[in-house]
């Protein structure tokens, strides 16, 4: 006849011990608690760092990162948005993030809340708008930083080549009316991608 639990030797023995060995838990909330260098814990937006390029929505699995790009602003802006209360904690907004400072995962572990706006984390950067058509090009700090990427060779790119002559001030800004007309000056300016193909061949 099998004994009860609370009468078999091994469960006893394990009651013993657990009764005079000490609390393997910690003492939290008395005391804060501070986890491993290595724990994941709510990704942090680093404003300085972010260039506003949207990489880290684009591989978020479950898409807590939202893009906003606000054209009728003044000036025009792009809004990120992280809605927490979705996010799955797998870093790969960190691990894909273009300039590497964008985004990080801190070691915040307890992030409870009750208001709908603790749990998320906005960051918003000046939008350029292109030249030639008025469409979204990119987040200004998105084109500064590629400019000081490439270095020399982004004079090779009219885009970035114009955008870095209007922050040193020699070349004059201004967003053209929108037409549908392109012609060859158009090519020596802030463009989209499609605009750029067809002043290529108005050339």
């Given at each position: 006849m099998k004994l009860p639990a609370f009468m078999q030797p091994r469960i006893l023995k394990q009651a013993v011990q657990a009764t005079f060995s000490p609390a393997f838990t910690t003492r939290f909330p008395a005391e804060p608690f501070e986890p491993q260098e290595s724990f994941r814990g709510r990704p942090r937006f680093n404003a300085d760092g972010?260039?506003?390029c949207g990489a880290c929505a684009e591989v978020c699995p479950p898409k807590c990162i939202e893009v906003i790009d606000d054209a009728q602003a003044s000036p025009p802006r792009r809004i990120l948005v992280q809605h927490l209360d979705a996010c799955i904690v797998c870093g790969q907004c960190e691990r894909y993030c273009p300039t590497q400072d964008g985004i990080h995962m801190s070691r915040e572990?307890?992030?409870?809340?009750?208001?709908?706006?603790?749990?998320?984390?906005?960051?918003?950067?000046?939008?350029?708008?292109?030249?030639?058509?008025?469409?979204v090009l990119?987040?200004?700090?998105?084109?500064?930083?590629?400019?000081?990427?490439?270095?020399?060779?982004?004079?090779?790119?009219?885009?970035?080549?114009?955008?870095?002559?209007?922050?040193?001030?020699?070349?004059?800004?201004?967003?053209?009316?929108?037409?549908?007309?392109?012609?060859?000056?158009?090519?020596?300016?802030?463009?989209c991608p499609k605009c750029k193909r067809k002043t290529a061949r108005a050339a």
């Open positions: 972010c260039v506003g572990w307890d992030f409870a809340g009750f208001a709908p706006e603790d749990f998320e984390e906005r960051v918003e950067k000046e939008l350029v708008m292109c030249e030639v058509c008025g469409e990119a987040p200004a700090d998105q084109l500064r930083w590629l400019a000081e990427r490439l270095g020399p060779m982004s004079f090779a790119n009219p885009t970035l080549s114009m955008f870095a002559g209007q922050r040193l001030g020699y070349v004059e800004q201004g967003v053209q009316n929108p037409s549908e007309t392109v012609l060859r000056a158009d090519r020596m300016a802030i463009q």
